[in-house]
């Protein structure tokens, strides 16, 4: 499940090494991780990254965080089409929460 880092910038490579880690007790057989940079700082400076996709249109941000002004947040969905979010910083607890919440 590590995301390969395509070396564009060091912001990706440190990014996706922060990412790895923060993942790394999570079942990739179970979850697919998608990273996406919406109006946060160094979105211009990975803009070619294949790692890393731009919400450059702000469809992500203003579908799951409409009045949100943080930087960052998670959005956790299932093949069903349902989803759980937490806006602003999380944890990996906060991650397996949301993740069990979809299973049940």
Same mark, same amino acid.
């Given at each position: 499940?590590?995301?390969?880092?395509s070396a564009t910038s060091t912001i990706e490579e440190t990014t996706v090494a922060y990412w790895n880690d923060f993942y790394k007790n999570f079942d990739s057989e179970k979850i697919k991780i998608k990273l996406v940079y919406s109006d946060c700082t160094g979105r211009k400076q990975i803009k070619n990254s294949k790692i890393?996709? #731009? !919400?450059? !249109?702000?469809?992500? =941000?203003?579908? +799951? +965080?409409? =009045?949100?002004?943080?930087?960052?947040? @998670?959005? #956790? /969905? *299932?093949?069903?089409? !349902?989803?759980? #979010?937490?806006?602003?910083?999380?944890? &990996?607890? *906060? @991650?397996?929460? /949301? #993740?069990? &919440?979809?299973e049940n």
């Open positions: 499940m590590p995301l390969e880092s890393i996709n #731009i !919400d450059e !249109d702000e469809i992500i =941000r203003s579908t +799951f +965080f409409p =009045r949100d002004k943080t930087c960052s947040g @998670v959005a #956790i /969905l *299932n093949k069903k089409g !349902d989803f759980k #979010i937490k806006s602003g910083k999380y944890t &990996q607890e *906060n @991650v397996s929460e /949301l #993740i069990s &919440q979809l």
